[in-house]
Protein backbone atom coordinates (compact mmCIF):
# COMPACT_ATOMS: atom_id res chain seq x y z
CA UNK A 1 0.00 0.00 0.00
CA UNK A 2 1.43 3.66 -0.21
CA UNK A 3 2.67 5.62 2.22
CA UNK A 4 0.78 8.52 3.69
CA UNK A 5 2.97 10.83 1.49
CA UNK A 6 1.95 8.98 -1.97
CA UNK A 7 -1.61 8.75 -1.07
CA UNK A 8 -2.01 11.99 -0.63
CA UNK A 9 -0.58 12.72 -3.96
CA UNK A 10 -2.80 10.48 -5.27
CA UNK A 11 -6.00 12.11 -3.28
CA UNK A 12 -4.46 15.74 -5.17
CA UNK A 13 -3.52 17.40 -2.02
CA UNK A 14 -0.38 17.55 0.67
CA UNK A 15 -0.72 17.31 4.31
CA UNK A 16 -2.14 20.19 6.47
CA UNK A 17 -1.03 18.98 9.81
CA UNK A 18 2.01 15.95 9.70
CA UNK A 19 0.22 13.79 12.74
CA UNK A 20 2.61 12.42 14.64
CA UNK A 21 -0.07 9.51 15.24
CA UNK A 22 -2.71 7.63 14.33
CA UNK A 23 -6.22 8.74 15.71
CA UNK A 24 -8.49 6.04 17.26
CA UNK A 25 -9.30 3.06 15.00
CA UNK A 26 -7.81 2.95 11.78
CA UNK A 27 -9.26 0.74 8.21
CA UNK A 28 -7.16 -2.21 7.59
CA UNK A 29 -5.80 -2.11 4.22
CA UNK A 30 -8.72 -4.35 2.93
CA UNK A 31 -11.08 -1.87 4.18
CA UNK A 32 -9.32 1.03 2.30
CA UNK A 33 -9.22 -0.87 -0.69
CA UNK A 34 -13.09 -1.08 -0.06
CA UNK A 35 -13.37 2.85 0.44
CA UNK A 36 -11.96 3.51 -3.14
CA UNK A 37 -15.17 1.12 -4.79
CA UNK A 38 -17.75 3.97 -3.33
CA UNK A 39 -20.47 2.89 -5.81
CA UNK A 40 -21.52 -0.86 -6.88
CA UNK A 41 -24.14 -3.12 -7.92
CA UNK A 42 -26.04 -6.06 -6.77
CA UNK A 43 -27.65 -8.20 -8.30
CA UNK A 44 -31.15 -10.02 -6.89
CA UNK A 45 -31.68 -13.06 -9.41
CA UNK A 46 -32.99 -16.76 -8.70
CA UNK A 47 -36.31 -18.72 -8.84
CA UNK A 48 -38.10 -16.12 -7.11
CA UNK A 49 -37.74 -14.00 -10.57
CA UNK A 50 -39.49 -16.71 -11.93
CA UNK A 51 -42.23 -16.71 -8.94
CA UNK A 52 -43.16 -13.39 -8.68
CA UNK A 53 -42.14 -13.56 -4.93
CA UNK A 54 -39.33 -11.32 -2.82
CA UNK A 55 -39.12 -14.69 -0.30
CA UNK A 56 -39.12 -17.75 -1.82
CA UNK A 57 -40.34 -20.46 0.97
CA UNK A 58 -38.07 -22.91 -0.58
CA UNK A 59 -40.44 -25.77 -2.19
CA UNK A 60 -40.21 -24.39 -5.33
CA UNK A 61 -38.97 -26.43 -8.27
CA UNK A 62 -36.00 -25.75 -9.77
CA UNK A 63 -37.38 -26.39 -13.54
CA UNK A 64 -38.79 -22.84 -12.86
CA UNK A 65 -35.25 -21.03 -13.07
CA UNK A 66 -35.01 -21.10 -16.87
CA UNK A 67 -33.95 -17.38 -18.03
CA UNK A 68 -34.38 -17.70 -21.90
CA UNK A 69 -31.83 -14.76 -23.21
CA UNK A 70 -29.18 -14.48 -19.93
CA UNK A 71 -26.49 -12.71 -20.38
CA UNK A 72 -24.21 -11.63 -18.08
CA UNK A 73 -21.89 -9.45 -20.55
CA UNK A 74 -25.09 -7.00 -21.44
CA UNK A 75 -25.76 -7.12 -17.30
CA UNK A 76 -22.58 -6.16 -16.57
CA UNK A 77 -21.57 -3.65 -19.64
CA UNK A 78 -25.66 -1.90 -17.84
CA UNK A 79 -24.07 -1.62 -14.41
CA UNK A 80 -20.75 -0.32 -16.04
CA UNK A 81 -22.67 2.32 -17.64
CA UNK A 82 -23.73 3.82 -14.46
CA UNK A 83 -20.54 4.37 -13.31
CA UNK A 84 -19.97 1.26 -11.09
CA UNK A 85 -17.01 -0.59 -10.04
CA UNK A 86 -17.81 -3.93 -9.04
CA UNK A 87 -20.86 -6.24 -8.48
CA UNK A 88 -22.45 -8.53 -6.26
CA UNK A 89 -24.59 -11.46 -6.86
CA UNK A 90 -26.96 -13.38 -4.37
CA UNK A 91 -25.98 -16.64 -5.06
CA UNK A 92 -28.50 -18.31 -2.56
CA UNK A 93 -31.14 -16.39 -1.31
CA UNK A 94 -33.43 -17.98 1.54
CA UNK A 95 -35.56 -20.23 -0.68
CA UNK A 96 -32.04 -21.98 -0.54
CA UNK A 97 -31.86 -22.01 -4.34
CA UNK A 98 -28.37 -22.27 -5.59
CA UNK A 99 -27.07 -20.33 -8.53
CA UNK A 100 -24.15 -22.66 -9.07
CA UNK A 101 -23.97 -26.08 -9.21
CA UNK A 102 -22.85 -26.90 -5.43
CA UNK A 103 -22.17 -30.57 -4.36
CA UNK A 104 -24.24 -29.62 -0.78
CA UNK A 105 -27.56 -29.82 -2.12
CA UNK A 106 -29.94 -31.00 -5.34
CA UNK A 107 -31.90 -27.89 -5.02
CA UNK A 108 -29.76 -25.62 -7.65
CA UNK A 109 -29.45 -24.76 -11.43
CA UNK A 110 -28.10 -28.69 -12.13
CA UNK A 111 -31.60 -29.28 -11.38
CA UNK A 112 -33.06 -26.73 -13.92
CA UNK A 113 -33.70 -26.66 -17.64
CA UNK A 114 -31.34 -23.40 -18.19
CA UNK A 115 -28.19 -24.58 -19.72
CA UNK A 116 -28.90 -27.91 -19.75
CA UNK A 117 -28.53 -28.48 -16.19
CA UNK A 118 -24.70 -27.44 -16.89
CA UNK A 119 -25.61 -23.71 -16.45
CA UNK A 120 -23.60 -21.76 -13.95
CA UNK A 121 -24.89 -18.07 -13.33
CA UNK A 122 -21.82 -17.40 -10.76
CA UNK A 123 -19.18 -18.19 -13.06
CA UNK A 124 -20.74 -16.23 -15.98
CA UNK A 125 -21.42 -12.98 -13.69
CA UNK A 126 -17.92 -13.36 -11.92
CA UNK A 127 -15.96 -14.02 -15.32
CA UNK A 128 -18.40 -11.21 -17.38
CA UNK A 129 -17.57 -9.02 -14.25
CA UNK A 130 -13.52 -9.14 -14.42
CA UNK A 131 -13.52 -8.90 -18.22
CA UNK A 132 -15.07 -5.38 -18.12
CA UNK A 133 -12.92 -4.44 -14.98
CA UNK A 134 -15.23 -4.37 -12.39
CA UNK A 135 -14.75 -6.87 -8.90
CA UNK A 136 -16.89 -9.24 -7.62
CA UNK A 137 -18.18 -10.38 -4.84
CA UNK A 138 -20.80 -12.75 -3.17
CA UNK A 139 -24.43 -12.52 -1.13
CA UNK A 140 -25.35 -16.18 0.64
CA UNK A 141 -27.82 -16.45 2.75
CA UNK A 142 -27.43 -18.01 5.83
CA UNK A 143 -30.70 -18.71 6.37
CA UNK A 144 -32.34 -21.73 4.43
CA UNK A 145 -35.47 -22.46 3.99
CA UNK A 146 -35.09 -25.31 1.69
CA UNK A 147 -32.55 -27.45 3.80
CA UNK A 148 -33.46 -30.31 6.27
CA UNK A 149 -30.85 -29.74 8.55
CA UNK A 150 -31.61 -25.63 8.73
CA UNK A 151 -31.47 -25.00 12.75
CA UNK A 152 -29.45 -28.32 13.75
CA UNK A 153 -25.76 -28.20 14.09
CA UNK A 154 -24.97 -29.92 10.98
CA UNK A 155 -27.03 -27.02 8.55
CA UNK A 156 -23.12 -24.86 10.25
CA UNK A 157 -20.80 -27.26 8.04
CA UNK A 158 -23.40 -27.36 5.00
CA UNK A 159 -23.64 -23.38 4.80
CA UNK A 160 -19.50 -23.68 5.18
CA UNK A 161 -18.88 -26.19 2.89
CA UNK A 162 -20.90 -23.49 0.30
CA UNK A 163 -18.65 -20.40 1.13
CA UNK A 164 -16.06 -22.71 0.79
CA UNK A 165 -17.04 -23.14 -3.05
CA UNK A 166 -18.11 -19.90 -3.69
CA UNK A 167 -14.41 -18.56 -2.33
CA UNK A 168 -12.04 -21.49 -4.44
CA UNK A 169 -13.92 -21.68 -7.31
CA UNK A 170 -14.56 -17.81 -8.92
CA UNK A 171 -11.11 -16.38 -8.41
CA UNK A 172 -10.72 -13.41 -5.99
CA UNK A 173 -13.68 -11.61 -4.24
CA UNK A 174 -14.21 -8.66 -3.07
CA UNK A 175 -17.00 -8.63 -0.51
CA UNK A 176 -18.79 -11.33 1.30
CA UNK A 177 -22.12 -10.27 2.47
CA UNK A 178 -24.29 -11.89 4.92
CA UNK A 179 -27.96 -10.45 5.91
CA UNK A 180 -29.98 -10.82 9.47
CA UNK A 181 -32.74 -12.95 8.22
CA UNK A 182 -32.62 -16.13 9.88
CA UNK A 183 -35.57 -18.43 10.67
CA UNK A 184 -39.05 -19.09 10.43
CA UNK A 185 -41.31 -20.79 8.26
CA UNK A 186 -39.85 -22.58 5.67
CA UNK A 187 -40.27 -25.66 3.81
CA UNK A 188 -37.05 -27.32 4.87
CA UNK A 189 -36.94 -30.43 2.98
CA UNK A 190 -40.83 -31.47 3.31
CA UNK A 191 -40.99 -30.80 7.17
CA UNK A 192 -42.69 -27.35 6.94
CA UNK A 193 -42.37 -26.25 10.00
CA UNK A 194 -41.19 -23.03 12.08
CA UNK A 195 -37.61 -23.17 12.74
CA UNK A 196 -36.12 -20.60 15.69
CA UNK A 197 -32.26 -19.73 16.13
CA UNK A 198 -30.40 -17.93 18.74
CA UNK A 199 -28.80 -16.00 16.27
CA UNK A 200 -26.44 -15.15 18.51
CA UNK A 201 -24.57 -18.22 18.72
CA UNK A 202 -26.06 -20.70 16.03
CA UNK A 203 -24.04 -19.31 13.52
CA UNK A 204 -20.60 -19.71 15.54
CA UNK A 205 -19.69 -16.17 13.17
CA UNK A 206 -16.08 -15.99 14.22
CA UNK A 207 -15.47 -18.99 13.05
CA UNK A 208 -17.15 -18.52 9.80
CA UNK A 209 -14.81 -15.11 9.13
CA UNK A 210 -11.99 -17.19 10.05
CA UNK A 211 -12.61 -19.04 6.95
CA UNK A 212 -13.11 -16.29 4.86
CA UNK A 213 -10.07 -14.72 6.31
CA UNK A 214 -8.55 -17.81 5.26
CA UNK A 215 -9.78 -18.50 1.69
CA UNK A 216 -10.11 -14.72 0.65
CA UNK A 217 -8.15 -12.80 2.68
CA UNK A 218 -8.31 -9.87 0.43
CA UNK A 219 -12.08 -9.54 0.58
CA UNK A 220 -13.78 -7.67 3.40
CA UNK A 221 -17.54 -9.26 5.21
CA UNK A 222 -20.60 -7.62 5.63
CA UNK A 223 -23.09 -7.91 8.05
CA UNK A 224 -24.99 -5.66 10.50
CA UNK A 225 -21.61 -5.56 12.69
CA UNK A 226 -19.29 -5.87 10.51
CA UNK A 227 -16.24 -7.67 11.04
CA UNK A 228 -15.73 -4.91 8.00
CA UNK A 229 -18.47 -3.04 6.64
CA UNK A 230 -21.61 -2.52 8.77
CA UNK A 231 -25.20 -2.07 7.53
CA UNK A 232 -26.30 1.68 7.13
CA UNK A 233 -29.84 0.59 9.32
CA UNK A 234 -32.26 1.33 6.42
CA UNK A 235 -32.55 -0.20 3.05
CA UNK A 236 -32.82 3.18 1.20
CA UNK A 237 -29.70 3.82 0.76
CA UNK A 238 -28.69 6.72 2.72
CA UNK A 239 -26.38 7.75 5.57
CA UNK A 240 -27.11 9.58 8.24
CA UNK A 241 -26.38 13.87 7.67
CA UNK A 242 -23.66 12.86 10.47
CA UNK A 243 -21.86 9.86 9.81
CA UNK A 244 -18.72 7.85 11.37
CA UNK A 245 -16.95 5.55 10.11
CA UNK A 246 -15.95 4.55 13.55
CA UNK A 247 -18.97 2.28 14.83
CA UNK A 248 -19.34 -0.12 18.31
CA UNK A 249 -22.89 -1.93 17.62
CA UNK A 250 -25.22 -2.75 20.58
CA UNK A 251 -28.08 -5.14 20.37
CA UNK A 252 -31.79 -3.97 20.68
CA UNK A 253 -31.58 -4.94 24.31
CA UNK A 254 -28.62 -3.05 24.77
CA UNK A 255 -26.29 -6.10 25.08
CA UNK A 256 -23.68 -7.71 22.25
CA UNK A 257 -24.81 -7.20 19.08
CA UNK A 258 -24.86 -9.80 16.63
CA UNK A 259 -26.18 -10.12 12.34
CA UNK A 260 -29.69 -9.76 12.57
CA UNK A 261 -29.53 -8.09 16.83
CA UNK A 262 -28.37 -4.52 16.56
CA UNK A 263 -29.96 -0.98 16.86
CA UNK A 264 -30.35 0.08 13.32
CA UNK A 265 -30.85 3.71 14.39
CA UNK A 266 -27.26 3.97 15.52
CA UNK A 267 -26.18 2.07 12.78
CA UNK A 268 -27.18 5.16 10.15
CA UNK A 269 -24.64 7.64 12.42
CA UNK A 270 -22.03 5.18 13.84
CA UNK A 271 -20.08 5.71 16.40
CA UNK A 272 -18.38 9.46 17.82
CA UNK A 273 -14.56 7.91 18.35
CA UNK A 274 -15.65 4.44 18.19
CA UNK A 275 -13.06 1.63 19.02
CA UNK A 276 -13.74 0.02 15.43
CA UNK A 277 -13.37 1.23 11.79
CA UNK A 278 -16.64 0.05 10.57
CA UNK A 279 -17.50 2.56 7.96
CA UNK A 280 -21.58 2.00 6.47
CA UNK A 281 -22.96 0.38 3.39
CA UNK A 282 -25.94 2.20 1.81
CA UNK A 283 -28.32 -0.74 -0.16
CA UNK A 284 -31.26 0.25 -2.00
CA UNK A 285 -32.92 -1.60 -5.06
CA UNK A 286 -33.31 0.74 -8.08
CA UNK A 287 -37.08 -0.46 -7.90
CA UNK A 288 -39.69 -0.96 -5.17
CA UNK A 289 -38.65 -4.74 -4.77
CA UNK A 290 -35.51 -6.85 -4.52
CA UNK A 291 -36.01 -8.95 -7.37
CA UNK A 292 -37.77 -8.61 -10.46
CA UNK A 293 -41.65 -7.83 -11.10
CA UNK A 294 -43.17 -6.80 -14.28
CA UNK A 295 -46.03 -4.71 -12.41
CA UNK A 296 -43.02 -2.33 -11.34
CA UNK A 297 -41.27 -1.55 -14.76
CA UNK A 298 -42.43 1.40 -14.45
CA UNK A 299 -41.32 2.07 -10.80
CA UNK A 300 -37.43 2.12 -11.82
CA UNK A 301 -35.38 5.11 -9.86
CA UNK A 302 -35.30 7.85 -12.14
CA UNK A 303 -31.40 9.52 -12.47
CA UNK A 304 -32.10 12.50 -10.70
CA UNK A 305 -33.51 9.92 -8.08
CA UNK A 306 -30.23 7.97 -7.76
CA UNK A 307 -28.07 10.71 -7.92
CA UNK A 308 -29.47 12.03 -4.72
CA UNK A 309 -28.85 8.44 -3.20
CA UNK A 310 -25.31 8.85 -4.23
CA UNK A 311 -24.93 12.15 -2.68
CA UNK A 312 -26.14 10.94 0.49
CA UNK A 313 -23.99 7.70 0.47
CA UNK A 314 -20.88 8.00 -1.39
CA UNK A 315 -21.20 11.89 -0.07
CA UNK A 316 -21.55 11.22 3.66
CA UNK A 317 -18.49 8.26 3.66
CA UNK A 318 -20.28 5.51 3.18
CA UNK A 319 -20.78 3.17 -0.08
CA UNK A 320 -23.48 2.73 -2.81
CA UNK A 321 -25.22 -0.47 -3.51
CA UNK A 322 -27.43 -0.17 -5.70
CA UNK A 323 -29.48 -4.14 -6.52
CA UNK A 324 -30.42 -4.05 -10.56
CA UNK A 325 -32.61 -7.36 -10.38
CA UNK A 326 -32.12 -9.22 -13.78
CA UNK A 327 -35.74 -10.07 -15.16
CA UNK A 328 -36.50 -13.58 -16.72
CA UNK A 329 -34.70 -12.93 -19.80
CA UNK A 330 -31.72 -12.93 -17.56
CA UNK A 331 -31.18 -9.39 -18.83
CA UNK A 332 -32.07 -6.05 -17.21
CA UNK A 333 -34.87 -4.24 -17.77
CA UNK A 334 -34.78 -1.87 -20.78
CA UNK A 335 -36.36 0.85 -18.42
CA UNK A 336 -33.85 -0.13 -15.27
CA UNK A 337 -30.77 0.25 -18.31
CA UNK A 338 -31.92 4.20 -18.86
CA UNK A 339 -32.03 5.08 -15.59
CA UNK A 340 -28.25 3.59 -15.29
CA UNK A 341 -27.00 5.11 -18.36
CA UNK A 342 -28.35 8.71 -17.93
CA UNK A 343 -27.13 8.32 -14.25
CA UNK A 344 -23.70 7.14 -15.29
CA UNK A 345 -23.29 10.24 -17.68
CA UNK A 346 -24.64 12.67 -14.88
CA UNK A 347 -22.18 11.39 -12.60
CA UNK A 348 -18.78 11.76 -15.28
CA UNK A 349 -20.34 15.05 -16.05
CA UNK A 350 -20.06 16.42 -12.80
CA UNK A 351 -16.81 15.33 -11.79
CA UNK A 352 -14.78 15.18 -14.51
CA UNK A 353 -13.51 18.67 -14.27
CA UNK A 354 -11.86 20.20 -11.10
CA UNK A 355 -12.39 23.75 -10.74
CA UNK A 356 -10.02 24.23 -8.40
CA UNK A 357 -7.86 23.11 -11.07
CA UNK A 358 -3.83 22.57 -9.64
CA UNK A 359 -4.78 24.74 -6.69
CA UNK A 360 -3.59 23.41 -3.15
CA UNK A 361 -4.78 24.45 0.35
CA UNK A 362 -2.20 26.06 2.15
CA UNK A 363 -1.88 26.13 5.82
CA UNK A 364 -5.35 27.65 6.41
CA UNK A 365 -6.74 25.77 4.51
CA UNK A 366 -7.22 28.50 1.63
CA UNK A 367 -7.80 27.77 -2.26
CA UNK A 368 -6.80 30.46 -4.79
CA UNK A 369 -8.24 28.94 -7.97
CA UNK A 370 -6.08 30.02 -11.25
CA UNK A 371 -9.26 32.28 -12.38
CA UNK A 372 -12.86 33.31 -11.25
CA UNK A 373 -14.83 29.27 -10.83
CA UNK A 374 -18.70 28.37 -10.80
CA UNK A 375 -19.52 25.82 -8.71
CA UNK A 376 -22.23 24.24 -6.77
CA UNK A 377 -20.39 20.95 -5.23
CA UNK A 378 -17.75 20.85 -2.49
CA UNK A 379 -15.73 17.38 -2.03
CA UNK A 380 -13.76 17.42 0.95
CA UNK A 381 -11.88 13.74 2.02
CA UNK A 382 -9.67 12.88 5.21
CA UNK A 383 -6.39 11.03 5.25
CA UNK A 384 -8.61 8.34 6.70
CA UNK A 385 -5.41 6.35 7.20
CA UNK A 386 -4.81 8.21 10.08
CA UNK A 387 -8.83 7.98 11.50
CA UNK A 388 -11.50 10.35 11.27
CA UNK A 389 -10.82 13.66 13.23
CA UNK A 390 -12.94 16.14 11.78
CA UNK A 391 -16.12 16.63 14.02
CA UNK A 392 -17.55 19.99 12.00
CA UNK A 393 -16.33 22.49 9.37
CA UNK A 394 -17.61 25.23 7.42
CA UNK A 395 -17.07 26.43 3.60
CA UNK A 396 -16.32 29.57 2.71
CA UNK A 397 -16.11 32.11 -0.24
CA UNK A 398 -14.69 35.22 -0.64
CA UNK A 399 -17.51 37.58 -2.61
CA UNK A 400 -17.56 41.09 -2.57
CA UNK A 401 -13.98 41.80 -0.96
CA UNK A 402 -15.80 39.34 2.52
CA UNK A 403 -15.77 35.90 3.72
CA UNK A 404 -19.63 33.81 3.06
CA UNK A 405 -20.36 30.58 4.68
CA UNK A 406 -21.78 28.80 1.95
CA UNK A 407 -21.35 25.14 3.41
CA UNK A 408 -21.10 23.65 7.14
CA UNK A 409 -21.29 19.97 8.25
CA UNK A 410 -19.84 17.75 10.85
CA UNK A 411 -18.27 14.08 9.63
CA UNK A 412 -15.74 14.16 6.47
CA UNK A 413 -13.65 10.95 6.53
CA UNK A 414 -13.15 9.07 3.32
CA UNK A 415 -15.78 11.49 1.05
CA UNK A 416 -18.06 14.31 1.85
CA UNK A 417 -19.78 15.80 -0.76
CA UNK A 418 -21.65 19.53 -0.75
CA UNK A 419 -24.65 20.04 -3.11
CA UNK A 420 -24.97 24.23 -2.41
CA UNK A 421 -28.70 24.96 -3.01
CA UNK A 422 -27.20 27.86 -5.61
CA UNK A 423 -23.83 27.75 -7.59
CA UNK A 424 -21.06 29.43 -6.34
CA UNK A 425 -19.05 32.23 -8.34
CA UNK A 426 -15.93 32.87 -6.73
CA UNK A 427 -11.57 32.72 -6.80
CA UNK A 428 -10.80 32.10 -3.13
CA UNK A 429 -12.55 29.71 -1.04
CA UNK A 430 -11.37 27.99 2.24
CA UNK A 431 -12.40 25.39 4.67
CA UNK A 432 -12.22 26.09 8.48
CA UNK A 433 -12.47 23.23 10.66
CA UNK A 434 -14.65 24.53 13.51
CA UNK A 435 -14.17 20.97 15.66
CA UNK A 436 -11.99 18.13 15.45
CA UNK A 437 -10.64 15.66 17.74
CA UNK A 438 -7.23 15.70 17.22
CA UNK A 439 -4.76 17.96 14.16
CA UNK A 440 -7.00 17.62 10.54
CA UNK A 441 -5.56 15.57 7.57
CA UNK A 442 -7.32 17.08 4.80
CA UNK A 443 -6.27 14.85 1.52
CA UNK A 444 -8.41 16.36 -1.07
CA UNK A 445 -10.67 19.47 -0.64
CA UNK A 446 -11.83 19.81 -4.61
CA UNK A 447 -14.67 22.72 -6.40
CA UNK A 448 -17.01 20.90 -8.84
CA UNK A 449 -20.14 21.93 -11.32
CA UNK A 450 -23.17 19.32 -11.22
CA UNK A 451 -24.78 20.41 -14.79
CA UNK A 452 -28.18 20.59 -15.16
CA UNK A 453 -30.04 16.52 -15.42
CA UNK A 454 -29.45 14.91 -18.05
CA UNK A 455 -32.41 13.29 -19.63
CA UNK A 456 -31.92 9.34 -20.50
Known sequence: MPSRREFLAIAGAAPVVAAAAPFGATPSARQLRWHELEFYGFLHFTINTFTDKEWGYGDEDPA??????????????????????????????????????????EHSVRRSPWRDGKGDVVREISEAARSHGLKFGVYLSPWDRNNPAYGKPEYIGIYRDQLRELLTRYGEIFEVW?????????????????????KHVYYEWPRTWQLIRQLQPNAVVFSDVGPDIRWVGNERG?????????????????????????????????TLRGTRWLPAECDVSIRPGWFWHEKENAR???????????FKSVGRGGSFLLNVPPDRRGLLHENDVASLRAFGEHLKA??????????????DLQLKLPRPATFNVVRIREDIREGQRVEAFTVEAMTAGAWRPIAEATSIGACRL?????????????LRITKSGAPPLISEFALFSEPAFLQP
Not at 300 to 310: F, G, H, M, R, S
Open 300 to 310: VKTPAQLADLY
Open 238 to 270: IAAETSWATYDPVAVDGGSAAPGDVREKESQVG
Open 178 to 198: HDGANGGDGYYGGAREKRQID
Open 64 to 105: LFNPTAFSADAIIRGLKDSGMRAVILTCKHHDGFCLWPTRTT
Open 418 to 430: LRLAQPVTTSTVR
Open 350 to 363: TFAVNLAGTARPDK
